[in-house]
């Protein structure tokens, strides 16, 4: 591509068309340091996820050792809980979706031999959490003891487990036909069987048979088709038709269109220009959209979506895994 990641090396290029790559990775630096603003207490049942975003961008913006490694595998033993799942806070209850954050850093920092070493039941011990989650009827999964079921959390499972090397703990089969059961005529696929088609819900589903080895069930070309669809004028991508768009969901689609190799049937050069208006290029981060106020979400989110792209400069992105290429090929390892 044209545009380029490194200042350095953008010679003639305006602003809007660099990714600030050390605005970025001081923002995330920061983002625990603001303990005595109110957004910071607010958004503490994001605060696992929030740690999972932001090393994520870290890592693919090349400086993983931006976090300190030590105090951030401490801070996310701290929110297991004696069902072998994790909340997102010490103290919260247990849920499939931090559950999926924290085998996803523990990964990234090649730590899970930690829950070992502290007596904390092993990984084993997390995979017994997420495979009672499994309705053992329908194969479809639950986010907590409280039963809400949602395609986000059987690809959560799948996520975590594959990781964990665990995967033959829970029904592969049951889900992998649970999830077909979602497929909607567009191609595409929705929060449990007969609703509507999102593109959040398509990368859960997408990803699930994709941890499966089941993409074969996918209608690519129409799946793709419908999915293409979401870019607009602005190179921007949305969720569903008719809505504004959003750097997220160069994530979601993006990720979704490269599973089925149909990443191609979007303007990329488009698309990265619209993620970069969405950077604030003084004060580091990335928003929803352009002139939004930036959080750690749409800052991963939009990383990963240029790293998609095969943005310069940018570590390779796993679309089914959203982790940085070179951790889930060592860790997926035969």
């Not at 693919?60 to 050792?65: I, R, Y």
């Not at 929705?190 to 959040?200: F, L, N, S």
Request: net charge negative; hydrophobic share 40%.
């Amino acid at each position: 591509m044209s545009l380029v990641s490194d200042p350095g090396k953008a010679v003639g290029l305006p602003l809007n068309q660099q990714l600030c790559v050390q605005k970025h990775v001081e923002y995330v630096k920061k983002l625990d340091s603001r303990r005595d603003e109110l957004e910071y207490w607010l958004t503490e049942h994001l605060r696992l996820n929030g740690v999972y975003w932001g090393l994520t961008a870290l890592h693919l913006m090349g400086s993983p050792e931006a976090l300190p490694r030590q105090e951030t595998i401490d801070f996310v033993l701290s929110c297991q809980r004696d069902n072998g799942g994790f909340g997102a806070a010490p103290g919260h209850d247990a849920h499939m979706l931090y559950t999926v954050s924290a085998v996803q850093l523990l990964v990234t920092l090649d730590a899970v031999d930690e829950l070992e070493k502290r007596g904390l039941g092993g990984k084993e011990k997390i995979g017994s959490f997420i495979a009672g989650l499994q309705d053992q009827e329908s194969g479809a999964f639950q986010g907590d003891e409280w039963g809400e079921q949602d395609t986000r959390f059987l690809y959560g499972a799948f996520n975590a487990l594959s990781l964990l090397g665990l995967l033959h703990l829970v029904d592969v089969s049951k889900a992998v036909e649970y999830v077909k059961k979602c497929e909607n005529l567009d191609g595409g696929y929705g929060i449990r069987p007969g609703t509507e088609t999102h593109a959040g819900q398509i990368f859960t589903c997408v990803g699930a048979l994709a941890i499966a080895g089941r993409l074969d069930l996918v209608n690519r070309d129409r799946l793709g088709g419908w999915l293409s669809e979401r870019q607009v004028d602005n190179g921007g991508l949305n969720g569903r038709p008719e809505k504004l768009p959003d750097a997220c969901y160069s994530w979601w689609v993006g990720a979704s269109l490269a599973m089925i190799d149909r990443l191609h049937w979007i303007d990329g050069s488009k698309l990265a220009a619209f993620i970069l208006r969405c950077q604030d290029s003084d004060a580091g981060g990335i928003g929803d959209r352009p002139g939004s106020m930036v959080d750690v979400f749409h800052t991963c989110f939009g990383v990963a979506g240029l790293s998609l792209l095969k943005f310069d400069g940018l570590q390779e992105v796993d679309p089914v895994y959203c982790m940085p290429k070179s951790i889930t090929t060592r860790c997926l390892a035969p």
